[in-house]
């Protein structure tokens, strides 16, 4: 696996942040570091093999420092597993804006990269969600969703809530890795706590800003749900493709009363492997 391709979108600057600053010159100092908590999904990988995931788990963390003008300086990404990646700009890492509202990690040495979505830019104020990696060609990819998750006594009982957002991740197929971004949809029924969760629109490319192509068959659907005054939904999440991919998907909530929504996934099928995030609000 080539060192650009190893991370997949996307993980953020939550509300009141700001995009990324380059790593070269003099940093300005960190001004606020800001942690968020939420739920992650790790797989191994070996070259463009992805593994078989592991269960979705909470205790994952995402913590972001600023400088005065809300410029991502520093940034650490853990799994519940462990599994870290950690960014500075002060240390000789880079922290770029590849595309608009989006922020790319790498560190000096090129074993640790992380690509991330700018909240404010697609309007989210509680969570976002992302991949990180660790190892060039070997070792660990992880997937989280962070923020401020409501609590469970809070999420509305009765009614529905739509909620439209960004989806991505890392798409392995043996000989090579890609990128992938995906619009994505979900249907709360807060009276059957049930959740129907779509990805459409999926592209996907093998180089970080290179030109993304067409990948129906890595649209994802799901039918989760979640147990009364618990903020933890689950379910199984299937591609659309000829060959299904299956496996867990998961997440949480967000905001005082479950304005936003965001969660994990991993799907496989042989040596097809799928790992990412989403995130949404209504």
Not at 83 to 94: H, L, Y
Not at 143 to 152: D, K, L, N, R
Not at 169 to 187: Q, R
Request: glycine share 18%; aromatic share 10%.
């Amino acid at each position: 696996m080539k060192k650009l391709m190893l991370i997949a979108l996307t993980m953020t600057a939550l509300s009141g942040c700001g995009g990324g600053g380059g790593g070269g010159g003099s940093p300005s100092p960190i001004y606020s570091t800001t942690t968020y908590n939420g739920t992650s999904v790790s797989v191994a990988y070996s070259g463009s093999n992805i593994g078989t995931p592991t269960t979705i788990s909470t205790g994952a963390t995402y913590s972001e420092s600023v400088d005065s003008n809300n410029i991502i300086k520093a940034a650490t990404f853990t799994a519940a597993n462990g599994n870290t990646a950690t960014f500075n700009v002060a240390n000789g890492d880079t922290i770029v804006q590849p595309t608009s509202g989006i922020n790319g990690f790498v560190n000096a040495a090129g074993t640790q990269m992380a690509l991330t979505g700018w909240a404010p830019y697609w309007g989210w104020s509680y969570q976002s969600f992302g991949v990180w990696t660790n190892g060039n060609t070997t070792g660990q990819v992880s997937a989280g969703s962070a923020g401020t998750a409501t609590v469970g006594t809070s999420i509305p009982t009765t009614g529905t809530g739509t909620y439209t957002g960004k989806a991505a991740g890392l798409f392995g197929n043996a000989t090579t890795t890609y990128f992938v971004t995906a619009d994505m949809a979900a249907t709360a029924n807060f009276a059957t706590r049930s959740i129907a969760f779509s990805t459409t629109n999926s592209v996907y490319s093998p180089t970080l800003t290179g030109t993304y192509s067409t990948a129906g068959g890595l649209n994802l659907s799901s039918t989760m749900s979640y147990s009364a005054n618990t903020n933890s939904f689950s379910g199984t999440a299937n591609s659309s493709g000829a060959t299904v991919l299956t496996g867990a998907i998961g997440g949480q909530f967000y905001g005082p009363t479950a304005q936003e929504i965001g969660g994990v996934f991993a799907v496989k099928n042989g040596n097809l492997g799928y790992i990412g995030g989403f995130g949404g609000k209504r």
